[in-house]
């Protein structure tokens, strides 16, 4: 197991590396450049200006070269300065990182509470009307576009009901209640998406498993409907979904761009792309990093899970 995790490390490190190249590589061939904007915001900057900034700042250096110099800094444990905020990277970073964390996890946990149970209910009554429910809400939460459900929600809630904010964040002195009516339009939309996915997922993987010979014989030797679904089924057909649900955990912390932008939620996904927009190089490539390492380590996390919930797994790596 320690020769795999290591082996894990290795691999991780090395798409750590390239996906910085990546987005450094992407992020420097846009169009224009950090004093490109001052210079529009300046209007009495002369080109002499320009290129004595341009060189201060590196940018007259071809790309390899600024990257290299980047990639030395970072390993040393400097990331940089964010141009837009006039801050540390990582001082940016972090308050976004806590409020998009706050967003996501909670709609993520919810979305598991909720899809988890509803799959494996629909798999156990095949072609009922619950289960032709299930699907039409998940068909429905799958094809619904984020912003349209956003707009939808705001609609019905803040405008025509007046019952919670349309957008923001409540201030950090207010009162979990306050606290809790600004998150909860942002965790409905994102919630209700993921819901629609997790328990369509649930729902393949359970059907999946219950056609296996040792399902029969659970049945056989008269265990209750109950029993063969939520111990003999169960944990074997989470084994997939682990897979899926690993897959999400970098998206918790990237953000959801759409979501946050139009609840005017001040997270990663609305950091992100003001930074790539406003050509914050150091800031947008830290952050689409972070969110590939945390995304590396939650494939990591579920190679672990596969262990814990089937045996034979673990068996077999430790061979």
């Known amino acids: 197991m320690s020769r795999f995790i290591v082996g894990r490390i290795a691999q991780a ?23 490109d904007l001052m210079i529009s915001a ?20 071809p790309l390899y070269r600024r990257y290299l110099a980047w990639l030395g800094n970072a390993v040393q444990g400097d990331l940089g300065y964010s141009r837009l905020f006039g801050q540390p990277v990582l001082q940016v970073l972090l308050p976004a990182l806590g409020n998009t964390l706050i967003l ?22 095949p072609r009922s009307a619950f289960d ?14 984020s912003f349209w459900l956003a707009l ?11 019952w919670l904010p349309a957008g923001g964040m409540a201030a950090a002195d207010a009162s979990f209640g306050e606290q809790l009516r600004h998150l909860a339009l942002p965790v409905a939309t994102v919630a209700t998406l993921h819901i629609g996915a997790y328990s369509r997922y649930m729902r ?3 059907l999946e498993v219950l056609r296996h010979d040792y399902i029969r014989t659970a049945r056989a030797k008269g265990a209750s409907e109950r029993r063969v679904i939520w111990v003999h089924a169960w944990r074997n057909a989470l084994i997939p979904v682990v897979t899926v649900l690993a897959l999400d955990f970098g998206f918790l912390f990237s953000g959801a761009l759409v979501t946050e932008t139009i609840f005017s939620w001040p997270g990663m996904g609305k ?10 190089f150091n800031l947008a490539v830290v952050a689409l990093l972070f969110a590939t390492a945390l995304t590396l380590l939650g494939n990591l996390i579920a190679d672990l ?3 814990l919930l089937d045996p034979r797994i673990r068996a077999g790596g430790g061979r």
């Open 13 to 35: 490190l090395l798409v750590m590396v390239v996906m910085s190249v990546v987005i450094y590589a992407l992020i420097g061939l846009m169009p224009g450049d950090p004093i």
């Open 42 to 61: 300046d209007p009495n900057m002369t080109s002499a200006d320009a290129a004595l900034l341009r060189e201060i700042y590196g940018l007259d250096q």
């Open 104 to 125: 996501m996890a909670t709609a993520f946990i919810i979305a598991i509470a909720i899809a988890l149970p509803l799959g494996t209910l629909a798999a156990a009554k």
């Open 132 to 145: 032709y429910s299930v699907n039409m809400y998940a068909f429905a939460g799958i094809s619904l576009p």
């Open 152 to 162: 939808l929600l705001i609609m019905l809630f803040s405008v025509n009901l007046g």
């Open 204 to 206: 393949s993987a359970m």
């Open 271 to 280: 950091l992100i792309f003001d930074a790539v927009m406003g050509n914050d």
């Open 305 to 307: 899970l596969y262990g």
